[in-house]
């Protein structure tokens, strides 16, 4: 099942990219453009930035992110730990923002019961 969703996600992709081009949308040309300066090696190798798009895309939910991005990373010599690892970082930085919005209800609890003990 999830082989059937991972084919259609790049068939969706891909047809979706070709209608874009044929349609000569001057905003997705600039995308692309803006695709390639960002993962051209620089200071950080084209791997490396695969893999800060990775954790990324899990934490937008976006499945042809994650997607195109593991491929791209393993396209490029990323092992499956360090993909793995890069997942966990997503993993890791959802609970973080949740831990960020935890501080704020605190502080509303402590505002909504001032007699409480903290």
Same mark, same amino acid.
């Given at each position: !099942? &999830?082989?059937d969703?991972l =084919?259609?996600i790049?068939?969706?992709? $891909? $047809? &979706?990219?070709?209608q874009?081009?044929s349609? =000569?949308?001057?905003?997705?040309?600039a995308?692309?453009?803006?695709?390639q300066?960002a993962?051209?090696d620089?200071?950080?190798? $084209? $791997?490396?930035k695969?893999?800060?798009?990775?954790?990324i895309?899990?934490? !937008?939910d976006c499945?042809?992110?994650?997607?195109?991005?593991? =491929?791209?990373?393993?396209?490029?010599?990323?092992?499956y730990?360090?993909?793995?690892?890069a997942?966990?970082?997503?993993?890791?930085?959802?609970?973080g923002?949740v831990?960020?919005?935890a501080?704020?209800?605190?502080d &509303?609890?402590?505002? &909504?019961?001032?007699?409480?003990?903290?």
């Amino acid at each position: !099942m &999830a082989m059937d969703k991972l =084919d259609e996600i790049t068939r969706k992709r $891909k $047809k &979706a990219h070709q209608q874009l081009v044929s349609l =000569d949308s001057k905003v997705y040309k600039a995308f692309l453009q803006m695709e390639q300066a960002a993962f051209s090696d620089g200071a950080l190798p $084209k $791997k490396t930035k695969e893999l800060i798009a990775i954790g990324i895309s899990v934490q !937008m939910d976006c499945e042809s992110c994650m997607q195109w991005h593991i =491929d791209q990373a393993t396209a490029c010599g990323a092992t499956y730990r360090e993909i793995l690892e890069a997942i966990e970082v997503g993993i890791e930085m959802g609970a973080g923002r949740v831990t960020v919005s935890a501080r704020f209800a605190l502080d &509303a609890m402590e505002r &909504a019961f001032p007699n409480e003990e903290s």
